[in-house]
């Protein structure tokens, strides 16, 4: 889902609040410089390497392609890319790009990944060099959307070292997964917990069809679109007016179904259709109607699964989305199935551990459906349990280029809030809130049901002289995030670790629970050891 500038509804609220804390040019989680290898002119290079087309069949590109000019194949859509095989101690590719937007991810013999930022016009750019004069593996994947470069981003070919060639690469996996989604299927803002539109926030592979696909060693390809709805929504087409393009923006050429034959279809829209206004009713007929007369007949075998996340709207798809499952099932179509993907932590977009989350769950639903091994869940997911808290001792940092651990959201549009090594309370971090005017915090959300009672704690302490205090919240919300009632502690901290805890009882209408802790006074306050329990 896109949240558009100026969409500022009691169901669904822009938490735009840290994007100030977020450098708009970042590096992601595994390259420590973006961009990464510079671009050098073509021509410069052409006598010491080895050119290799873009149609040489040892290339095995992955996801929609247009071989229109094979020569000069261009692609669009988040998370596409190739695999190929070489000998040589280098490898080198030139692009050609219109708008200096598109960035790649580059991995070496499953070495973490190097981002690549094109530059604008064409150019080659060095991949890798100085390897060991053997065989390699290197495999590239286009982490930004489509709209970002669309149909402008096109491959001209490899140049490896004199006399070396390219190799058969491994074999595809055999299973095959599809996507159709929004703004958090592509990756939308997964490098950083601000909300960011910027481009270099976005990474597909840090989306959950690319870790579905990890998780049960598929090959996927994705679809989508940030903003785009079922039936309206924020982009300039509806997914049932893009899903059949080779290319996002471009009409022409159609993509050939017949080229990639999923096992498993997944879709996830709608939730632009709410913040845009769409009904129910609207929501349902549209999406039966692409699932029965635009993707079934593209698919005739495959498992299709409507996914849809919860807890960001009263009238969001995910509380029907068993329904429209129900109807497709009841005109005859036994090959669909639903699956609805918790949205606890604001109305912010996913961020790298919270897409894990979404991605075990949905992995795990998909193996069912197909009758395969159930997935091992990525440890990397911070999404917690019901009625209880992950990470609490703060230990976990998928994503350390962000603010705070794993799980935790941070409120810093008047502070810091920074992960801190040594003298933890337990373990060997704890995060540090430093106000600049008025307060700096953070909190977890879960699950929460009505009646129950609710006890958290955190240890806390000082790092400033003078009186400090701190607050701990227990934040009862309703679906639409909505804030129902709140318990509040106000202690004084002192320089040494205290324990401090309180408790509340979810009134009617809770949906949700949040453990929020926050600095005071303009001191400076560690937190660590947060726990959050539930009884009768």
Partial sequence: MKLPVGARRATLLITAIIAAACAPERPTLTAPVEPSPAAQPAAALAAAYVPNAPNDPSIQYVGRWDFSTPTK??????????????????IRASFTEDNSNNRLLVSIDGAAPVTVRL??????????????????????????????????????????????????????????????????????????????????FKNAAYAYPALVGQLLNAEIANQSW?????????????????????????????????????????????????????TK???????????????????PNAHIALAASYGWSYNESANYVHEIAGALQGAGDAKVSWVRLPWLSGQEHRVYCEQAGHANILAAH????????????????????????????????????DAGADGWRAFVSRGTVAVRTGGAHSGSRFVQLTPKAGYAGMYQ???????????????????????????????????????????????????????FSLSGRAPAGTWQVRVVAVSENGAVIDVDTITLTASN
């Fill in 73 to 90: 194949p261009k692609t669009a859509w988040p998370g596409t890319g190739m695999v190929v095989a070489f000998a040589g101690t280098s």
């Fill in 226 to 278: 940030s903003g785009i709805g079922i039936f309206n929504g924020y982009a300039t087409k509806t997914m049932p007016q893009v899903f059949d393009r080779t290319l996002q923006s471009d009409v022409s050429p159609l993509w050939d179904f017949s080229r990639y034959t999923p096992d498993a279809v997944v879709v996830n829209l709608g939730g632009n259709d709410v913040i845009k206004g769409a």
């Fill in 281 to 299: 009713a609207q929501i349902m007929t549209a999406m039966q109607g692409f699932v029965a007369t635009q993707l079934r007949p593209r698919y």
């Fill in 119 to 200: 530059a604008r016009g064409t150019a080659t750019v060095v991949l890798a060099q100085g390897l060991s004069n053997t065989t390699h593996l290197l495999r590239l994947v286009k982490k930004t959307e489509g709209c970002c470069g669309a149909a402008n981003f096109a491959f001209l070919g490899f140049q490896l070292d004199a006399g070396k060639t390219l190799l058969a690469p491994p074999a595809r996996p055999s299973l095959r997964l599809d996507f159709y989604g929004d703004s958090h299927a592509a990756g939308y803002s997964a490098e950083c917990s601000c909300n960011s539109q910027e481009t270099g």
């Fill in 445 to 499: 959300a879960t699950d929460a049901i009505p009646g129950r009672l609710y006890s958290a704690s955190a240890s806390l302490r000082k790092s400033t002289a003078g009186t400090a205090t701190a607050r701990l919240r227990l934040e009862f919300r309703d679906q639409a995030q909505n804030l129902i009632s709140e318990q509040v502690a106000a202690p004084t901290v002192g320089n040494a670790w205290g324990q």
């Fill in 366 to 401: 998909l193996a069912a459906q197909l009758g395969l091994p159930a997935p091992t869940p990525s440890p990397v997911s911070c999404v917690p349990g019901a009625e209880t808290v992950t990470n609490g001792d703060l230990e976990r940092d998928a994503l350390p280029t």
